[in-house]
Antibody
C-alpha cells in the first residue's frame, strides 16, 4: 500500500533553515508528481509546492517563492523540501502528498510539524 | 490566483440529517474540483474529485455536483463518522487553492 513518511520537522529560529524529507513506498515513485501541503495550527490547508514526476518542473505558492525549494531523488524514492529564511508564519504541519491525477491530492503522509520561534 | 469560498464555515447537524456544503470559485474552473474530509489530528482524505466522482471506498451517501464556479458537497444522511472538517480545492491552475473549510459538528 502507498506509504508516505515525512521527517525533519522541529523547532527553528526565525531566519533559520530546515530540510524536510518524505520517504515514499508502495507505488512507482517516478510515475507521480508530488506536492507539499501545509496546515498552520488550527487553520486551513495551504498548497506549498509541486514537482513533476521527473523533476523537470516545479511551482510554489507566492509566500514561499525564493525561500523554499522542492526536489526529488527518484533513485531513492525520496521527496524533499529545503526551507530557508524561515518566518513565524511558516509554522505548520507539512504534508507530503501524492498527485494521483493532475492537481488532486490522493495519498497523504502523517505530516511533520515545523515550528518557527 | 483563484479564490475558493466555502459556506458555511461551521454547522451543527444531527445523525440522519441531509447536509449541504457549498464552494464557490472566483473564476470558472470547469469541473476541476475536489472535496476532502479531515478529522482532528489526521491528514485530509480525498472524497470526491472532478466535482462529482467518488473516490474509491467513499460511501455513496456522499455526492458532489457543480461546474464552472459553483459546487456542492452533499451528505444524504449524516453518520457519526462524518463529523469532520470538509475542504474544497481547485485543481485547474497553480497555485492550487483550498476553501477555508466547513466544520460539521454534532448538534
Amino acid at each position: 500500500q502507498v506509504q508516505l513518511v515525512e521527517s525533519g520537522g522541529g523547532v527553528v529560529q526565525p531566519g533559520g533553515s530546515l530540510r524536510l524529507s518524505c520517504a515514499a513506498s508502495g507505488f512507482t515513485f517516478n510515475h507521480y508528481a508530488m506536492h507539499w501541503v501545509r496546515q498552520a495550527p488550527g487553520k486551513g490547508l495551504e498548497w506549498v509546492a509541486f514537482i513533476r514526476s521527473d523533476g523537470s518542473n516545479t511551482d510554489y505558492v507566492d509566500a514561499v517563492k525564493g525561500r523554499f525549494s522542492i526536489s526529488r531523488d527518484n533513485s531513492k524514492n525520496t521527496l524533499s523540501l529545503q526551507m530557508n529564511s524561515l518566518r513565524a508564519e511558516d509554522t505548520a504541519v507539512y504534508y507530503c502528498v501524492q498527485d494521483s491525477a493532475p492537481g488532486y491530492f490522493d495519498y497523504w503522509g502523517q505530516g511533520t510539524l515545523v515550528t518557527v520561534s | 490566483d483563484i479564490q475558493m469560498t466555502q459556506s458555511p464555515s461551521s454547522m451543527s447537524a444531527s445523525v440522519g440529517d441531509r447536509v449541504i456544503i457549498t464552494c464557490q470559485a472566483s473564476q470558472g474552473i470547469n469541473n476541476w474540483l475536489a472535496w476532502y474530509q479531515q478529522k482532528p489530528g489526521k491528514a485530509p482524505k480525498l472524497m470526491i474529485y472532478a466535482a462529482s466522482i467518488l473516490q474509491s471506498g467513499v460511501p455513496s451517501r456522499f455526492s458532489g455536483s457543480g461546474s464552472g464556479t459553483d459546487f456542492t458537497l452533499t451528505i444524504s444522511s449524516l453518520q457519526p463518522e462524518d463529523f469532520a472538517t470538509y475542504y474544497c480545492q481547485q485543481a485547474t491552475s497553480f497555485p492550487l487553492t483550498f476553501g477555508g473549510g466547513t466544520k460539521v459538528e454534532i448538534k
